[in-house]
Structures are given as C-alpha cells and as structure tokens.
C-alpha cells in the first residue's frame, strides 16, 4: 500500500516539476520584433533624422541621411514642379526660402512607415511675402536596402502657393457644393 502512495506521490512531483519547469521557462522567453517590425523602426528613425534635419536647416546631417542617387520631386503645376538632385533641391529650397519673410517650419502631424519607406503628413507655418502661408503637405520616402533616403516626393496646394507666395489672384468664387 504504502509503495502505491509512493508512487503517486513521486508522479505527483514529477508532474509539479514539469508544470514549474514550463511556467518558469515561458514566463523567461522574451518576445522578439520581426525583421519588418525593424525595418519599420529603422524607417521611422530614418525619417524623422531626415525631416528635422531639413527643418532646421542642417544640410549636412540632411545630407548623411540621403543615398548617392538621391532626388525630390515636387508635385504640381507649378513652375518650380518637378524632380531635383540633391544639388538643384539646395538652390530650390533657397528661392523657396526667398519668397517667406521669416523661414518656413514644418510640424509633423503623422509618420506612417512601412518595409521600404515612410510618409509624413505635416503643416508648415510661414508668412510669405504675399501673406499668411500656411500649407499642408505629404512627403513621400522611399528607403533604399542601405537604410538611406533614395527618394522624397512632396505634395502641398499649388493654389496656396501661387497666391500666396508669387501673388497671383484666383480666378473666380469659391463655391459649395450647393451651388455646383
């Protein structure tokens, strides 16, 4: 009788050991991010080094963010439309900055990132020459596999723009949709 209770009780502890082991072992394992989930990160980073470095006008980190083949593109039909190098984006972001009265600051509303780049949606804050200047934008990265800025396509009102900054009228009346 008594080799039967033993025999429970030994299988009883073994039971409780194996329950502990499992419990302790689980409790102890960490969870890991994914390759995206890192990748996702890096972009993030990488973008936001790459925006406040434009931001606040330090082309030199700007720069170290960039690939070798890098280029900007400005979406529109504005004059000043179209795709740079790193090179012609410096002399563009000079004239831009001509047309403001005290610079221009971008507030990032939103980062989404992803595998193979990110997208800001930002508000910028200025006084153009012409008046208030208070545009919306959404810049587009795209990331090469080195981790560096291959692209950046950006996308504001032209409307905004062109009155506000060259001083042109609008041709017409804001209407609803009522009135449509």
Sequence with gaps: MFDFINHKLFKMKKIFFLITLISFISCEQTIS??????????NNTTVSKNF????????EVFESTISDD???????????????????????????????????????????????G???????????????YNNDYIWLYSINKEGKVSSITEYLSDLLFVKQ???QEICGEKKTMEQL
């Design 52 to 59: 406040e470095a434009y931001n606040s006008g330090d082309f």
């Design 165 to 167: 900054l060259y001083g």
């Design 118 to 132: 990110s997208v800001i949606v930002l508000s910028g804050k200025a006084e153009g020459v012409n008046g208030e």
């Design 70 to 116: 890098f280029t900007f593109t400005l979406r529109g039909e504005l004059d000043i439309s179209g795709t740079y190098t790193y090179q012609e984006l410096l002399k563009a972001a000079g004239a831009f900055q001509s047309l403001l009265k005290n610079g221009w600051k971008g507030n990032v509303d939103k980062i989404i990132s992803g595998v193979n």
């Design 33 to 42: 991010k994914s390759e995206n989930e890192i990748l996702i990160e890096m």
